[in-house]
């Protein structure tokens, strides 16, 4: 076991392509499902890359520069999805440049995941599995590495996962470390999943990572305001009991977005790292470097899936009811048709409507949760998302079924 304590600071970095306003009378006459025509709304997606870059990326990239040339003990892990790149691509390249920095700092690691931020491994393995490659020849493209650590779409992960990603050839893996699965275990330790030889299993420490995700900026929060010495008092209480590393897992666009620059997030997070790392005992681990540290300390199995959202960890936020179950039911069953057609455009547009996200947006979940999805949806309802969502549906099961009925003519 290591003497020195670690934080492993992991980051998600997601945009979708979020439906327009796309009318039942669009169907069959119009393809455009992601462009938005109203310019400032929460379904343009140029408009929302504009203004995450000026909130989030910009400012957090800036700052995590800084930050690895002060620190040499700094480090970090991220995931970007394809979606994601596509849009820095197009509406803020030098966000991606900035990001491409970071990796070539080489203590900047990128983990594997879906391209399209989806759920297809509960749907189709050959579709998953087609995904995590096109996310793998994005990254190798992009950012020139190799990732070696997987996490799936919302951390939803199952020991059927874990087998998978061990054949698959990842040493790693991430999940949430639920009280409901861990019992009196921490989640401060490596361990293996159930059923597997070679794979380390990393859990998010939920507890400490929801205080900066969710509850850093809440005025009725008993710890508000939090400052940087009472965060890594936590950091070391947490290790008292044993284990040599804490998981922080979170979105990247907590920082600035999720928690705006008005909270102090900038200068909280600045601050507690200089703090953390003033100790000559502690140091920050990107995914790969937490796995080496120790040895697995025993067995975690998760027959049922969970995942990192809600109160309940499980895929109700996304499959919790049956507009939900019914869009991506259809969504899935038009796979082996659009692959077959072989055009492109077809089959991105079928892609970018697999992403988890058009589902969140139609749950319809009340209390804390359903107050959760409604500031993170851009639609009005979720009966709003799903109409939208299944008019495109329908247009892409035309542009399908026109595809094959007049010979790879497009109607």
């Not at 025509?37 to 700052?63: C, F, G, H, I």
């Not at 420490?205 to 005025?219: G, K, M, T, V, W």
């Amino acid at each position: 076991m290591s003497e020195r304590r670690g934080i492993t600071l992991y980051l998600h970095v997601h945009q979708p392509w979020r439906v327009r306003k796309y009318s039942i009378f669009d169907t069959a006459e119009r393809h455009d499902y992601f462009a938005e025509t109203d310019a400032a709304t929460e379904r343009n997606n140029e408009y929302v890359m504009q203004r995450v870059a000026d909130k989030s990326y910009r400012p957090m990239n800036a700052l995590l520069e800084k930050l690895l040339s002060e620190h040499p003990d700094f480090k970090l892990s991220l995931s970007i999805t394809g979606t994601f790149i596509e849009q820095a691509e197009q509406w803020a390249p030098d966000v991606l440049e900035s990001f491409q920095r970071l990796v070539a700092t080489g203590r900047v690691e990128i983990v594997s995941e879906t391209y399209h931020h989806s759920l297809a491994f509960f749907y189709s393995r050959k579709e998953f599995e087609q995904q995590v490659q096109a996310h793998r020849h994005k990254i190798r493209g992009v950012f020139g590495v190799e990732p070696s650590v997987f996490r799936n779409t919302e951390l939803a992960y199952n020991d059927e996962l874990a087998k998978w990603a061990e054949e698959y050839g990842f040493k790693g893996i991430l999940a949430e470390g639920w009280d409901e699965v861990l019992g009196w275990r921490s989640p401060n330790y490596v361990y293996r999943p159930a059923g597997t030889q070679n794979i380390g299993l990393l859990l998010k420490n939920y507890q400490l990572s929801d205080d900066i995700a969710f509850r850093f900026s809440n005025r009725e929060w008993k710890e508000w305001p939090l400052s940087a010495d009472t965060y890594s008092d936590w950091m070391h209480a947490a290790l008292m009991g044993g284990g040599s590393m804490v998981n922080l897992f979170m979105d990247y666009e907590t920082f600035g977005e999720h928690q705006w620059a008005d909270t102090g997030i900038f200068d909280f997070f600045e601050q507690f790292v200089g703090t953390w790392l003033s100790n000559q005992n502690n140091t920050f681990y990107t995914v790969s470097e937490a796995l080496e540290v120790e040895q697995p300390l025993g067995e975690i199995s998760m027959p049922s899936t969970v995942t990192w959202a809600d109160s309940e960890r499980d895929l109700s936020a996304w499959l919790g009811n049956s507009m939900q179950q019914e869009a991506l039911t259809y969504l899935y069953a038009l796979e082996e048709d659009v692959l077959r057609s072989g055009d492109e455009a077809l089959i991105a547009d079928w892609r970018r409507l697999q992403a988890s996200d058009l589902a969140y947006y139609m749950c319809t979940k009340w209390s804390h949760d359903g107050d959760v999805h409604a500031y993170f949806s851009p639609y009005d309802s979720p009966y709003e998302a799903f109409l939208y969502f299944m008019n495109a549906v329908r247009d892409v099961r035309y542009r399908v079924m026109a595809y094959h009925d007049y010979g790879g003519v497009h109607v």
